[in-house]
């Protein structure tokens, strides 16, 4: 799309939302809803072509719940403005936080450098180095600042083929597998933890809201972090041994490029080591959180609580008293994606509208009333039906539409509701196909070494076994964990 198309959709998207918004409100049938959902889904439609029109900034349609649900009555200022204040928004907040430290100080960049030069010369192996190394972090920090930092490290290895002057297919193959997985090891490293990516926040956020049940950041870990490491063995195998096998035996100065980086960050520095700490010993309390409790004979403690302790230690712990200087000021939060959370506050204002008007009730029975669903068949068509759409819109603002959905018709079909909305969330962040997908794949895409169609024919494979992947974890992981 040029400029010029995008700015046509955005004016289209402009006036075309608040247009259908009206219609809504002035021929809604006093059937099958109630009026109060009628204005619901309207403000919906205004959202959702807002968000794929990107007529406004995503963050500025997310409050317009603030606006309209008390224009039109759904909701006063209290109900409209309360979700926007949710624990889990400030455990994300807290999360953002810890990646700053790290960023600001380079130990992201120290830990990565150090966990590939584990890897060796062997390009199976630096590859392997680099996913492992994306995911870890991605766990962690954002997926984009991840493949922001890895990328030109990335590209220092690369430089060594000479691939400007070479029609070695296996140099070619090779630069071509390091980009995706960089890419794609970021997108899947994100699922590890809650605070990985937006999309898994959002639906602790719909489960505590919706469901009046609290996930706590280890009883994700226990089907986040396995799931994470199965996808990315599975992406590992495929693209090193069945779509694009380089067959190099070595790159011997690829070692040398890493150590040359690891000498230019110098010794570590005593920021780092108390980011470090800071860093540890937070993600240690969220991990080991019930048995803290148990401990201590309490249940103050809890994942947000927890991540706010260590947020404010990144701002109280001196480097030196002598120069006044702390882990974190607050210029640098000019950096913490603010918008990131408006939406989620957006989504969590909107889901409670459609739970009060019982859209998502509606929507589940009508669904329900279709025959007898099989859980399995349920779980592919809503998975393949939510990543398939990520790779065209936003996979936040498509999490804060579809999970609420989900969970309705979880409940209309008397299903635990983490057998569907798990998966389907996993299934947000799963988008391997096209550039526009995810901000790793435009960042990754960007170095010019990755053709169009391989993308795409790598990402469509992948997609089709993380749907399959995620249909067996419905039937088994997740009961196990889930009960």
């Known amino acids: 799309m040029n400029t010029t198309e995008f700015k046509g959709a955005k004016i289209f998207g402009l006036l075309f939302g608040p247009t259908v918004f009206f219609l809504i409100l ?18 919906a439609a205004w959202m959702i072509i807002w968000w794929i029109t990107e007529a406004a900034p995503i963050p500025v349609t997310a409050l317009l719940p603030i ?51 584990l890897t060796g010369t062997n390009p199976n192996g630096i590859i392997l180095g680099f996913m492992l190394t994306t995911a870890f972090l991605s766990m962690w920090i954002s997926n984009t600042a991840t493949t922001v930092m890895m990328l030109p490290i990335a590209l220092s290895i690369t430089s060594l083929l000479n691939l400007d002057n070479t029609q070695d ?18 997108n899947i490293g994100g699922t590890a933890t809650i605070i990985g990516t937006p999309p898994n926040v959002a639906w602790v956020g719909f489960m ?23 996808m990315l063995a599975i992406t590992y195998f495929l693209l090193t041994r069945v779509l694009f096998p380089s067959r190099i035996k ?22 780092e080591k108390l980011v470090a ?17 148990t401990w201590f004979n309490t249940t103050l403690l809890n994942d947000t609580l927890i991540g706010m302790i260590g947020a404010i230690f990144m701002f109280a712990t001196p480097v030196s008293l002598k120069r006044g200087e702390f882990l974190l000021d607050w210029e640098y939060t000019k950096k913490l994606p603010w918008g990131i959370l408006l939406l989620f506050g957006g989504g969590l204002t909107l889901a409670k509208a459609m739970e009060t008007t019982e859209i998502v009730q509606i929507v589940g029975e009508s669904i329900a009333q279709q025959g007898n669903m099989s859980k399995l068949l349920l779980v592919l068509g809503l998975s393949a039906f939510m990543l398939f759409m990520t790779e065209i819109m936003s996979n936040v603002a498509l999490t804060v ?69 995620l249909a067996v974890l419905s039937e088994t992981l997740i009961p196990l964990v889930y009960g």
């Open 208 to 230: 505590s809201e919706m469901m009046d049940y609290e996930v706590s950041f280890a009883q994700y870990l226990k089907v986040g972090l396995p799931t994470c490491f199965i």
């Open 277 to 293: 700490l800071i860093f540890v010993l937070t993600a240690v309390a969220w991990i080991l959180r019930a048995n803290l409790n």
């Open 250 to 271: 070595n790159l011997s100065d690829s070692s040398q490029i890493i150590d040359d980086q690891i000498s230019a960050l110098g010794k570590i520095s005593r920021a």
């Open 67 to 117: 606006v309209l649900f008390q224009i039109t009555g759904v909701f006063n200022a209290n109900e409209a403005t309360a979700p926007y204040a949710n624990p889990i928004i400030f455990l994300f907040m807290a999360g953002f936080i810890l990646g700053l430290g790290m960023e600001k100080h380079n130990l992201h960049k120290r830990i990565a450098l150090n966990l590939i030069r």
């Open 401 to 469: 539409i579809f999970v609420p959905v989900v969970l309705g018709i979880s409940l209309s079909l008397n299903i635990n509701p983490m057998y569907l909305s798990l998966p389907v969330t996993l299934a947000a962040s799963y988008a391997f196909m096209m550039p526009i997908s995810t901000p790793p794949n435009a960042i990754v895409f960007s170095s010019g070494m990755i053709p169009m169609k391989e993308m795409i024919r790598a990402g469509f494979i992948l997609n089709l076994v993380a749907i399959l992947l």
């Open 169 to 186: 297919k296996g140099k070619k193959r090779f630069a071509l597998v390091l980009m995706l997985s960089i890419a794609y090891a970021a």
């Open 26 to 43: 002035s021929f809604s049938p006093e059937v099958w809803i109630s009026p109060d959902a009628w204005k619901v889904v309207g403000i």
